[in-house]
Antibody, heavy 116, light 113 residues
Framework: EVQLVESGGGLVQPGGSLRLSCAASGFTLSNYWMHWVRQAPGKGLVWVSRINSDGSSITYVDSVKGRLSISRDNAKNTLYLQMNNLRVEDTAVYYC?????????WGQGILVTVSS | DIVMTQSPDSLAVSLGERATINCKSSENILYSSNKKNYLAWYQQKPGQPPKLLIYWASTRESGVPERFSGSGSGTDFTLTISSLQTEDVAIYYCQQYYNAPYSFGQGTKLEIK
């Protein structure tokens, strides 16, 4: 079964850091572009970042540039999102998703709460 | 950046009736070299991740019921549910993948009348 499972979320103070992981199973991660998408409580979907199959091409939405960093370890079948200098407005459920264009597989999501 | 705008924000339709959701992009998302519209539709139910319904504006994902269809080209797109079922109650999002940053519409909440 194709599956994505996020971990690493939780409560963090403003200015703090977290590292999210997304473990892939049932398929070979190295064959796919991967993305992070977030959803603030009660709000819509916001695309955050993408990384190509070998990690050589990365793009971010402007609001997270310089603070969030996407990476991958294909040998471990895992996608990451390093989140630094977190702000209250980064509070959201973070989803990892698979696909070059559209997203055909999503994780269940992990909640990140930034609050003092 | 491309802005996606959906209408309406919410919609109530009777069971068995047609539901229509619109999505407008701020720029043309039809790629001239392959004549494909870089647009997808997703369904999200409470407490669940989004589920892919349609890509290339009109291609149904495997396993998606035939009552779901997508149409449109260029900047104007439509998701149609031909005969609303109880299980279709959800929020629907369009998404462009023509250019990064990829962007979603704000969502349309579909309910039973």
């Amino acid at each position: 079964e194709v599956q994505l499972v996020e971990s690493g979320g939780g409560l963090v103070q403003p200015g703090g850091s977290l590292r999210l992981s997304c473990a892939a199973s049932g398929f070979t991660l190295s064959n796919y572009w991967m993305h992070w998408v977030r959803q603030a409580p009660g709000k819509g979907l916001v695309w955050v970042s993408r990384i190509n199959s070998d990690g050589s091409s990365i793009t971010y939405v402007d609001s997270v540039k310089g603070r969030l960093s996407i990476s991958r370890d294909n040998a471990k079948n895992t996608l990451y999102l390093q989140m630094n200098n977190l702000r209250v407005e980064d509070t959201a459920v973070y989803y990892c998703a698979r696909g070059s264009h559209w997203f055909d597989t999503w994780g269940q999501g992990i909640l990140v709460t930034v609050s003092s | 950046d491309i802005v996606m705008t959906q209408s309406p924000d919410s919609l109530a339709v009777s069971l068995g009736e047609r539901a229509t959701i619109n999505c407008k992009s701020s720029e043309n998302i039809l790629y001239s070299s392959n004549k494909k519209n870089y647009l997808a539709w997703y369904q999200q139910k409470p407490g669940q991740p989004p589920k892919l319904l349609i890509y290339w504006a009109s291609t149904r994902e495997s396993g998606v019921p035939e009552r779901f269809s997508g149409s449109g080209s260029g900047t104007d797109f439509t998701l149609t549910i031909s005969s609303l079922q109880t299980e279709d109650v959800a929020i629907y999002y369009c998404q462009q993948y023509y250019n990064a940053p990829y962007s979603f519409g704000q969502g349309t909440k579909l309910e039973i009348k």
